[in-house]
């Protein structure tokens, strides 16, 4: 009887440590209506009530997602598409949903909380919206830059650039806005395992690429690292969501896929006050 009984409390136990069990029971998101979110939602506070372990919860639940790049907007011109959607994600869409998602408790909420995330005075317009990771991950109180907290000074990597501002002196997008800054990033030659140990269990990880200077761009790609090991993002290299071991996503048997990286924490919004 002592043997049945551990086995039941090892088996729960499981399930509750490891995410996956779980989540593996679920519908696949990107089927679900608005309202079927909205009964899901709140099983994952109950489950994980803990706000990291939410979002990497939310995060293993999405992968598979269709990939489709520059899908949200503000429902009204110049772009009409949705403040949030969960049928489809490119790798901003992925990151910055699943964090309102691991807020909220129905989808009306989750709503709410992508434009709390997606725009600078909260108010949703296409010039408000957070269109730069680099300036989200300096400027913004739940996706916090720690890049700097990694490594010392002198091992990091840095530009002097204006954001969203040409070489030519002309705005990437017409935003009215533009932003001297100087941005240091981690550089591919000091991505290691050790490196790796230093990030928080959950993470977020922005992709930096040289060539995008020129035109006051700093970030390519980004998405979560997980387990200090495991990067899951929104792949347009897969058409979909996926999970996949870091290091073999970032060094190829070319080289590194991009120029280095930057890392942030999620703060959850009641820390941050």
Known sequence: MK???FSIVLIFSMA???PSTWVDTLPKPWTLSHDEMSQILPQFHQKFPDFHQR???INLWRVGTPYGIFKLGEE???DLDP???VDTSDCTVHVLTTVAFSLSHNWKEAKEQMIQLHYKDQK???KSRWHYTSDRLMNHPVTVNITRKLLPESELASIELILNQKENGSQFLDLDWTD???VYYIPSEKITLDLLQRIPELAGVAFVRKSYFKMGIVLAHEGYLLDKSRLVHA???AGKTVNVDFMSYYFREDGALFDGIMVSKFVEPTESK
């Open 55 to 57: 979002i990497k919860a």
């Open 235 to 237: 792949s347009s290299e």
């Open 3 to 5: 043997n049945i009984y």
């Open 76 to 78: 009204i011109a110049p």
């Open 124 to 126: 949703p317009s296409f």
């Open 180 to 182: 001297k800054r100087i």
């Open 83 to 85: 403040i949030i959607r």
């Open 16 to 18: 509750c440590s490891n």
